[in-house]
């Protein structure tokens, strides 16, 4: 699984723009689907018919990742823009952006040329730039438009001694939740079941608005990656969750207040089978469930998420025995779901 997860954090696939990463799944999947659709909003939607029949599942992971948007050119042939998703300023100052194949760094005016409140304070986005090497509005046009989407820069690294077990990468939130789907959807599941890659999640949920009409399923899983703050300085009590403590099984977060005999079912198998889990420690966040639990009348939503550090970053952290306790409990509650609903 790490492997497809280095493949599809390595993909372009800024919200409203995934097409790469909805042509490289689409075409994992083809080999086991039974039915394939896509949505003019570019959800990729793929059913697997199950050993029973009696409830359809819905698993849901979204395509999109945080990026930047070009929103003016300068006369000298900088870039200004602003982020599609949520982005920490912070962290963006000296990072390489791609715009397809154009590279780029963001820049701030130098240091020494700062004064007061402006050489101490976190900058406003308008502060920032893109240089793309060129010398005019006229060059800069013509490499990358007004509206282009830049993508932090690929490329990512297993470390930790002995044995590596910390992955760093952009895009792993939710890239992370696509390779788990993806392999999953390589074996025939026990239920029938609905493989749901979303696009727009990181601007509002909306692909899977529209996704879960689509579908209609009895119920849904979230597999997604949340964020971590277990790091020196923070408070335990604001830490919401931590990177090596197992998957996260979340009771509630800004948009959804999960279903609770869905998530005991998911504590239960977690417990009965020794997979670490724990639950995020603060109410904080938001997925695709939101907009799931609210539709058709209402449907049945859990979530499971691996741990991050550093989110929506040119460099999120997390920990491979946490994906492979959300793969294995993602496995687990689809067999275990089917065997509850069924006669």
């Not at 697997?48 to 979204?62: N, V, W």
């Not at 820049?107 to 793309?132: C, E, M, Q, R, W």
């Not at 932090?152 to 939710?174: H, L, N, Q, V």
């Not at 417990?271 to 997925?287: D, S, V």
């Amino acid at each position: 699984m790490i492997e497809t997860l280095e493949t599809l954090c390595a993909l372009p696939g800024v919200s409203g723009c995934e097409d790469a990463v909805r042509s490289w799944l689409m075409e994992r999947a083809v080999p086991f689907a039974d039915k394939i659709e896509t949505d003019p909003m570019g959800n990729l939607m793929v059913f697997r018919a199950g050993r029973r029949h009696e409830k359809t599942l819905m698993l849901c992971a979204h395509m999109d990742e945080v990026g930047v948007i070009v929103t003016g050119i300068t006369a000298d042939g900088y870039l200004k823009f602003d982020f599609v998703g949520g982005i920490d300023r912070r962290v963006v100052i000296g990072k390489n952006v791609y715009f397809g194949v154009v590279p780029g760094i963001i820049g701030i005016k130098a240091y020494h040329l700062s004064k007061g409140d402006g050489a101490k304070n976190v900058p406003s986005v308008s502060d920032l730039y893109i240089d793309i090497g060129a010398k005019s509005r006229e060059e800069a046009a013509a490499l990358v438009p007004l509206g282009a989407v830049g993508t932090f820069a690929a490329g990512s690294t297993r470390y930790g001694a002995p044995s590596r077990e910390y992955f760093m990468s952009k895009a792993i939130d939710d890239r992370l939740g696509c390779a788990v789907l993806v392999k999953l959807l390589e074996q025939k599941p026990p239920c029938d079941t609905w493989f749901v890659f979303t696009v727009q999640e990181e601007v509002g949920t909306r692909g899977a608005a529209t996704a879960v009409y689509r579908v209609r399923p009895d119920a849904a899983l979230v597999v997604e990656g949340t964020t971590a703050a277990d790091l020196p300085g923070v408070p335990a009590h604001k830490t919401i969750c931590k990177v090596g403590g197992g998957a996260v099984l979340p009771f509630m977060d800004r948009g959804t207040l999960y279903d609770r005999n869905l998530r005991e079912l998911l504590i239960a198998l977690a417990n009965r089978h020794g997979i670490p889990w724990q639950t995020k420690e603060m109410i904080a966040g938001g997925t695709d469930a939101s907009v799931i639990q609210r539709s058709l009348g209402g449907i049945p939503v859990a979530g499971v998420a691996a741990p991050l550090r550093n989110i929506h970053s040119p460099a999120g952290v997390g920990c491979i025995a946490d994906f492979e306790a959300v793969y294995r409990l993602t496995e687990l509650f689809m067999e275990e779901y089917t065997l509850e609903n069924g006669h």
